[in-house]
């Protein structure tokens, strides 16, 4: 089975640019959720997507960052614009849709850095 | 706010030796828990989940819940050079379908 696909692994901005981020969750999985880690921190949920709606976005920036599933799989990240402090990993997570249970599994990250 | 805290570390201890690592709760209500290792510049994986009281054995891994203490830990038997990682806790709180996450603590098992 496949995990987490993200993509790109790496990438360096200047602030004020705008960048995306990519995230293929695992197949079957309808929950995806989109995680900011900075260095030295656990993950913070940014948002988490449940098949094509938001279940939480209390924590995302919504002056900079936006995010969509578009039909309910494959899901973007986009900053605009960044600031040195957007840097960090991002990390993309998926999980079944369980009620007691919340077993995520998470994709390789993203690495920004904003100089 | 809810939280979970874990002892940054690092913690240290030889080849062989049993690991032991722990992680407090704010919310009292939550009722899944789990532990991630995550390797230097790699992603969370997933290593242990538990869900009831009392204890969880995997291999070498055992997790401990106590909800009346909200109280969580991990038990890391014959522990390997390449058990050297950070060690995520993370919570689920009672009524919604998201993790909270710890900052970590890093383990370091010396040869």
């Known amino acids: 089975e496949a995990g987490v696909a993200q993509s790109p692994r790496y990438k360096i901005i200047e602030k004020r640019q705008s960048v995306a981020f990519w995230c293929n969750p695992i197949?079957?999985?309808?929950?995806l959720y989109w995680y900011q880690q900075i260095l030295g921190q656990g993950p913070k949920l940014l948002i988490q997507?449940?098949?094509?709606?938001?279940?939480?976005d209390s924590q995302l920036p919504k002056d900079r960052f936006s995010a969509e599933r578009l039909k309910g799989v494959d899901s973007t990240l986009k900053i605009q614009p960044a600031k040195l402090e957007d840097s960090a990993v991002y990390l993309c997570?998926?999980?079944?849709?369980?009620?007691?249970?919340?077993?995520?599994?998470f994709g390789p990250g993203t690495r920004l850095t904003v100089l | 706010q809810k939280e979970v805290e874990q002892n940054s570390g690092p913690l240290s201890v030889p080849e062989g030796a049993i690991a032991s690592l722990n992680c407090t709760y704010s919310?009292?209500?939550?009722?899944?828990f789990f532990w991630y290792r995550q390797y230097s510049g790699k992603s969370p994986e997933l290593i242990m989940s538990?869900?009831?009281?009392g204890d969880k054995e995997d291999g070498r891994f055992t997790a401990q819940l106590n909800k009346a203490s909200q109280y969580v830990s991990l038990l890391i038997r014959d522990s390997q050079p390449s058990d050297s990682a950070t060690y995520l806790c993370?919570?689920?709180?009672?009524?919604?379908?998201?993790?909270?996450f710890g900052a970590g603590t890093r383990l370091a098992v010396h040869p």
């Open positions: 997570a998926s999980s079944l849709v369980r009620a007691d249970y919340n077993e995520q599994f």
């Open positions: 919310d009292r209500v939550s009722q899944s």
């Open positions: 538990i869900y009831s009281n």
């Open positions: 993370a919570a689920k709180p009672g009524g919604y379908n998201k993790l909270i």
């Open positions: 197949s079957g999985h309808a929950t």
């Open positions: 997507f449940q098949n094509n709606g938001v279940v939480d």
